[in-house]
């Protein structure tokens, strides 16, 4: 049972920065592509950023590109984004997700996901 788990949202001015983990546990992720998407109120599940554990390619939405970096800790078993300028349009639940298996492309639609964590709020207030 693959489990993820959110931490390290909260209530920031603009221009602050933050950092999310995502622990995730229940196999070995290898090739797997993991993502962060957002969703503020009233509003789709976005696309943030992506990348496979043992890759080195990254993906980023116009939005945040510049301004969020995703990495991880293999070690761990844990992805970060860690966000700088953040706006008060940044606003939302942050998820994290992971695929049910390897990839080739990495998915950048909510759709191309399987398993996802319960979400941490981040809040930018002007």
């Known amino acids: 049972q693959v489990q993820l788990v959110e931490s390290g949202g909260g209530l920031v001015q603009a221009g602050d920065s933050l950092r999310l983990s995502c622990a995730a546990s229940g196999r070995t992720f290898s090739n797997y592509a993991m993502a962060w998407f957002r969703q503020a109120p009233g509003k789709e599940r976005e696309f943030v950023a992506a990348?496979?554990?043992?890759?080195?390619?990254?993906y980023y939405a116009d939005s945040v590109k510049g301004r969020f970096a995703i990495s991880r800790d293999n070690a761990k078993n844990t992805m970060y984004l860690q966000m700088n300028s953040l706006k008060p349009e940044d606003t939302a639940v942050y998820y994290c997700a992971t695929t049910a298996s390897g990839v080739i492309t990495i998915p950048t639609t909510h759709k191309g996901y399987d398993y996802w964590g319960q979400g941490t709020q981040v809040t930018v207030s002007s």
């Open positions: 990348r496979t554990w043992i890759g080195t390619h990254t």
